[in-house]
């Protein structure tokens, strides 16, 4: 066994049953309060049941199913100027927002003239004078002049009607699929088919409209561009044909022949500016020889053979200077000449380039710019062409679109109200009181602050609990004797039975002999235990006596018909002898020892050492001395007292003792170093007792297989 002091296994076990969650104690809060689950239930259920069968419109649902046609069949081999749809999920998600589009609905609502239906305007239903929108009509007919307000009531009234149709509307895509599901509920079979087939008729309708509304405006756009492109065309061919007239213009190959007469001369001014500045420097060669005036250098620079022969005749003395001077300068003369008529071929040949170039960039300048206007003609007439092809495809295509989707089924009218589903709505309002009932009994055990059983007094407070006294079916403290005696048998006397039994086990070495009863707070049946405990220890032949220990309030004379008013006091005081006090019930087989009012402190009279020697006297003489004592947090008698005796029985009363002022109590004996014996569960309601799940201990059970044990 767990030699621990029981405080420290208390902690312990409360340490251990933090971390874990107590199914078994969480079903036994449950079924305690079944009462008050069952009638939750039965409650819910039939909230649930009347709003079933009596307040809940019938609803009906009806499905019209779209399908969406991604491939197209293509009655001529021309790109259409619309293309079908594609069959991906961001073109589904948008054709079904499409069918929920307001614009589809405000169709809906003309087409089948909602708005003076009730169930969709709730303007036509005739509202609570008090309601809020009542007030909001009043302001806004304060606000508003009667033509606005008008005007707004109307538009408001349709907004109103669409967003009740689109309540009403669900469209959903299967899923892998290209089928749309058109739901409507309403309150009318009819009505939920014929808006749901007409909603898909619309919608395709609206597909055929958008189609047709873009071919026309192509149509249209496609002929305005056709005649302006036409004129520009007419344009551009006019300037090309006014151009070509004005001005003299060759061919690309005439031009050609030009750039190669160009280079032949500038090939022939190259050769002529070389000649010439050959000429030159023969030139001035001569005319340098000659200012010399030497006729061997004259000779060398003319370079002639006739020259250098008359060189030789002049030195032989043959032929005078001056037939070699003339003929030098005939030289000089001639080879000027020669430069002179050099460097004019120069000049002509370079203008004739010039002149030859000017001529080739004007005739390239013309034909460029000829290009450029044909080129921009023939870009006009493909432009043209391209425009005017499609405006005959375009017309083609008129009259032969086709809608991108179908209707795959039609909306039958229902033969039975989809909601309200009454089996399923009394079961979820049966779940829900279930919950509701549970969480309700969880709720109020959290926060129950007293003890409904000994295991959660034991648990609780760490102390072992020896038993349990239920309610004596009594009226006053006088018939509670009568009872105990003409029922021996009784669920009382077997719980007290019980309750000697764990005490008299509780030190098998050393019986108690002087046992102390006591409580936290009055009225919580210390008293009637003490009197049952003492009565059950004599009925075993045991001599017993009874003291009445809480002498201030002296509830003694309440259960017998006692005259003599000494008592405890006086016998302790040395007034009067215990034989001549002490009064002994025949019926019950005790002695008895009344309480009187002390003249000093009834705490300091028990703290006395007469007191001390009175109690070991008591011990000699009696089998069993039982003091029923005062209320622990009430006075502190019982602490005083506990110091004398040899056990100490805390009666804590059923449903009723706060839970931290047992603690509190309990604490109070160990703050003096008194360990309690054991704790009693006093007053409990054996029904009661039943119906929280709790049956406590000492033969407290009731019904079923135990009530043959008792005599009620």
Do not use: C
């Amino acid at each position: 066994p767990d030699r621990r002091p029981e405080r420290v296994q208390l902690a312990t076990r409360i340490m251990d049953a933090s971390d874990e969650i107590d199914l078994i104690g969480l079903m036994r809060t449950l079924w305690r309060g079944k009462l008050w689950i069952a009638l939750a239930i039965v409650a819910a259920t039939f909230i649930g049941g009347y709003y079933a069968y009596r307040v809940a419109v019938p609803m009906y649902s009806s499905n019209a199913t779209v399908v969406l046609q991604n491939r197209q069949e293509s009655i001529v081999e021309l790109e259409g100027v619309l293309s079908g749809l594609s069959g991906d999920q961001t073109t589904l998600n948008t054709e079904t927002e499409v069918l929920r589009s307001r614009k589809l609905i405000k169709k809906l609502v003309h087409e089948l003239e909602l708005i003076k239906d009730p169930e969709f305007n709730k303007t036509l239903v005739e509202p609570n004078r008090y309601s809020l929108g009542s007030l909001k009509r009043l302001i806004a007919g304060l606000v508003l002049p009667s033509d606005e307000q008008t005007a707004a009531s109307d538009d408001a009234i349709l907004q109103a009607t669409v967003d009740q149709v689109l309540k009403a509307l669900s469209v959903s895509n299967i899923p892998k699929s290209y089928v749309f599901e058109i739901t409507v509920l309403t309150s009318s079979a009819e009505k939920s088919a014929l808006l749901a087939n007409k909603l898909a008729e619309l919608y395709i309708l609206d597909q055929l409209e958008v189609k047709f509304s873009a071919t026309e405006q192509a149509t249209n756009w496609l002929t305005d561009r056709v005649a302006d492109l036409k004129i520009d065309l007419e344009v551009a061919e006019a300037k090309v044909s006014a151009f070509d007239t004005r001005i003299e213009l060759m061919s690309p190959e005439a031009l050609e022949a030009l750039n190669r007469q160009l280079k032949n001369q500038r090939d022939r001014v190259a050769e002529a500016i070389a000649d010439a500045d050959r000429f030159s420097a023969r030139v001035t060669n001569l005319e340098k020889a000659e200012r010399s005036g030497v006729l061997e250098n004259m000779a060398v620079a003319a370079s002639d053979g006739n020259l250098t022969r008359l060189l030789e005749l002049v030195n032989q003395g043959r032929v005078a200077s001056e037939v070699f001077i003339e003929r030098y300068e005939q030289i000089l003369r001639r080879t000027v000449l020669e430069r002179d008529r050099a460097q004019n071929q120069v000049t002509a040949l370079t203008m004739s380039v010039a002149e030859l170039e000017q001529k080739i960039e004007a005739q390239s300048s013309d034909l460029v710019e000829l290009q450029q206007l044909e080129r921009e003609a023939e870009a006009s007439r493909l432009i043209y062409e391209y425009f005017l092809n499609r405006l005959k495809e375009t017309a083609v295509q008129q009259g032969i679109q086709q809608a991108d989707s179908r209707v795959l089924s039609q909306a039958v009218v229902p033969t039975e109200p989809t909601s309200p589903r009454k089996s399923l709505i009394l079961a979820l309002s049966a779940l829900l009181g279930l919950m509701a009932g549970s969480g309700f009994v969880y709720m109020r055990s959290m926060f129950h602050n007293s003890f409904l059983s000994a295991e959660d007094l034991e648990a609780e407070t760490g102390y072992t609990v020896m038993g349990s006294i239920p309610i004596i079916p009594a009226k006053s403290r006088k018939e509670l004797l009568d009872y105990v005696l003409k029922k021996p048998n009784s669920r009382a006397a077997e719980s007290t039975r019980n309750l000697r039994t764990s005490l008299m086990l509780s030190n098998i070495d050393s019986p108690p002999r002087i046992v102390m009863s006591t409580s936290t707070l009055p009225s919580e049946g210390k008293t009637t235990q003490s009197l049952l405990l003492a009565v059950n220890m004599a009925a075993l032949g045991r001599k017993v006596l009874l003291i009445e220990g809480d002498i201030r309030r002296r509830v003694f004379a309440e259960y017998f018909d006692i005259k003599e008013k000494k008592g405890l006091v006086s016998v302790l005081s040395g007034e009067a002898r215990l034989e001549d006090v002490v009064q002994h019930d025949e019926s019950l087989g005790i002695d008895i020892l009344i309480g009187e009012q002390p003249k000093i402190n009834a705490a300091d009279l028990f703290a006395s050492a007469k007191f001390s020697s009175f109690l070991r006297a008591m011990r000699d003489t009696y089998d069993l001395v039982v003091i029923d004592t005062p209320p622990v947090l009430v006075v502190p008698d019982a602490r005083v007292i506990g110091q004398h005796v040899d056990a100490i029985l805390y009666t804590v009363k059923w449903n009723a003792t706060p839970k931290p002022m047992v603690r509190a109590g309990l604490q109070m004996f160990e703050s003096v170093d008194l360990q309690v014996t054991g704790l009693v569960l006093s007053q409990h309601n054996p029904k009661g007792a039943t119906r929280h799940g709790s049956g406590g201990y000492g033969g407290s059970y009731s019904g079923g297989a135990y009530s043959g044990y008792y005599d009620n």
